[in-house]
């Protein structure tokens, strides 16, 4: 008797499961809906994550090539008004839309918005307001300032620069939510051994003419290709990246590579230039 009223109760638990999962499906929860008009409702749409994730590019690239030149180009400084103004208006955007949901919530959603606010702030700061004082005559120019002060515009210039890095986590993100089994297939697999070897024949190529202009364009592209295949694969796998059965010590070799790449081709230049 126990037996059988031990299988009629998991009976009905099985029952009550299954017409729970079935109202769930005649009426899924509803969609949250931002407060703000709804016609600021692209603003977090996957299209214009998109847009954003190109500037963020471009911005960096521009960083880069900046890095190049000894002294200040008028473009370079047009671009930087134009991202920054980018940045601006899409923040602006997301605060109407988002309100206080932009700033308060649940912790793994509204830090990127206080990154991306912090960033704002010190972009601003640096292309905009410093101009604005040093021509009303509040602050002086760089060149009639002490060293102390010199080095903290430098500092601050600095922390700019590499928060715009900070930027491209918002891509890794977009990269780590998306399904990424396609990395376990031959074509990427074939891809990555082709930048393998094309790198090694650079190598060689670079010692032989080592003031071809074009290198460092290349290097980038390769710093972008490699970097992007570590942060693929820590989405596939995780911590588990660093862990893996058979792999561990080339994952490990290959992190520390590139690792050291971004600190040398992308956070130096971004420092040299502050």
């Keep these: 008797t126990s037996e059988i009223q031990a299988e009629i ?21 509803e969609e949250f809906q931002p407060p703000g008009p709804a016609f600021l409702r692209c603003v977090v749409s996957d299209g214009f994550h998109m847009v954003a994730c190109c500037v963020i590019l471009a911005n960096i690239a521009t960083m880069l090539i900046q890095s ?12 930087n008004q134009a991202f920054t103004l980018f940045y601006f208006a899409e923040t602006m955007m997301q605060v109407l839309l988002l309100q206080r949901g932009f700033f308060c919530g649940a912790v793994s959603v509204v830090w990127w918005n206080w990154l991306d606010l912090i960033i704002l702030i010190s972009s601003v700061a ?8 040093i021509a009303f005559g509040v602050v002086k120019q760089q060149r009639q300032v002490g ?5 903290f515009l430098r500092v601050l210039r600095l922390v700019r620069r590499v928060l715009n890095l900070g ?7 977009m990269l780590l939510n998306s399904d990424l089994s396609w990395i376990e ?11 393998i070897a094309f790198n090694s024949i650079l190598m060689g190529m670079e010692a032989d ?22 942060l693929v694969r820590l989405g596939r796998w995780g911590w588990g990246f660093f862990s893996h059965p058979s792999d561990w010590a080339w994952n490990w070799l290959d ?20």
């Design 167 to 173: 930027r491209l986590i918002r891509i890794v993100r």
């Design 9 to 29: 109760d998991n009976i009905q638990k099985d029952v009550a499961s299954r017409k729970e999962a079935l109202h769930q499906y005649h009426h899924p929860p």
């Design 68 to 79: 190049q030149f000894d002294r200040p180009r008028i473009w370079f400084w047009c671009l």
């Design 147 to 151: 060293a102390g002060s010199l080095n």
């Design 255 to 274: 992190s520390f590579i590139v690792a050291g790449g971004i600190f040398d081709q992308w956070f130096m230049p971004a420092y040299s230039i502050a």
């Design 126 to 133: 640096d292309l905009w307001v410093r101009p604005l004082l």
């Design 209 to 230: 003419w080592p003031d071809f202009f074009l290198w460092f364009y290349v290097e980038q592209v390769l710093l972008v290709v490699f970097s992007f295949e570590i």
């Design 185 to 195: 297939g031959m074509v990427f697999q074939f891809v990555i051994m082709g930048m």
